[in-house]
């Protein structure tokens, strides 16, 4: 999962053994992390704006992100990361959540978290339904290779989702989580937000987290695949 498609395209130059199969999974892991930078971040983006300015909030909109133009929301270093470690962001939508006057503060926080790994959940389950009929309607090569191409999307898509809803600092995940938590707790883990990324990154780098990230994830895709059960692939 932490290997992009850039880091695959070095290996395979230096490889001495290469194979077609190598070049097409190289070719691929580019068609999926284009997919997620140009299709499932601006749609994400978008989306939590959206939420945002149901809420009240018009922060998003004179931002200029209540846009699905790509532009408005690649950030450079996390596009960079998506091509390295498939691991990458946007560039984040400003929310003001004093300004979402038609619910409470801990509600809009609540919301406008989510709606970011929602979107990303909700995009991997309609590929996943494209990728079924897709599937089945396999009539040559280059339907093969679109539709395994979107199965990596829909991987990392996911992967991102459940990426996202660790929580810790600066997560969606901990936003949720400091909903609830003491308000010591939040004050403790904010002035050691650096440290406690540190130790996050260092594990996950590691392969320490390489399971429950995985468990979690795969969780997702299966019940993903059960609510398209109208598509027997």
């Given amino acids: 999962m932490f290997r992009g498609p850039l880091l695959e395209l070095f290996g395979l130059l230096f490889s001495g053994n290469r194979t077609n199969d190598d070049i097409i999974s190289v070719v691929l892991s580019f068609f999926s992390v284009l997919v997620i930078i140009f299709v499932v971040f601006p749609i994400r983006e978008y989306f939590r704006g959206f939420v945002a300015?149901?809420?009240?909030?018009?922060?998003?909109?004179?931002?200029?992100?209540?846009?699905?133009?790509?532009?408005?929301?690649?950030?450079?270093?996390?596009?960079?990361?998506?091509?390295?470690?498939?691991?990458?962001?946007?560039?984040?939508?400003?929310?003001?959540?004093?300004?979402?006057?038609?619910?409470?503060?801990?509600?809009?926080?609540?919301?406008?978290?989510?709606?970011?790994?929602?979107?990303?959940?909700?995009?991997?389950y309609i590929l996943l339904i494209i990728y079924k009929i897709l599937w089945l309607n396999m009539v040559n090569d280059i339907v093969n290779c679109i539709a395994l191409g979107l199965a990596i999307t829909i991987q990392i898509n996911i992967f991102l989702a459940v990426f996202n809803l660790i929580p810790i600092p600066p997560f969606d995940g901990f936003s949720i989580l400091a909903t609830v938590l003491p308000a010591k707790a939040v004050y403790f883990m904010e002035k050691n937000q650096q440290i406690i990324y540190l130790i996050f990154f260092a594990l996950l780098m590691f392969g320490f987290l390489d399971i429950p990230l995985g468990f979690l994830s795969n969780c997702v895709y299966w019940l993903l695949d059960k609510a398209s059960f109208f598509i027997p692939v």
């Fill in 53 to 124: 300015k149901k809420l009240g909030d018009d922060t998003p909109e004179m931002a200029g992100k209540l846009t699905m133009n790509p532009f408005a929301h690649i950030d450079p270093m996390g596009a960079l990361a998506m091509f390295l470690f498939r691991i990458g962001w946007p560039k984040p939508t400003p929310i003001n959540i004093s300004r979402c006057r038609n619910v409470k503060p801990r509600t809009a926080l609540v919301l406008t978290s989510l709606s970011g790994p929602v979107a990303n959940i909700l995009l991997s």
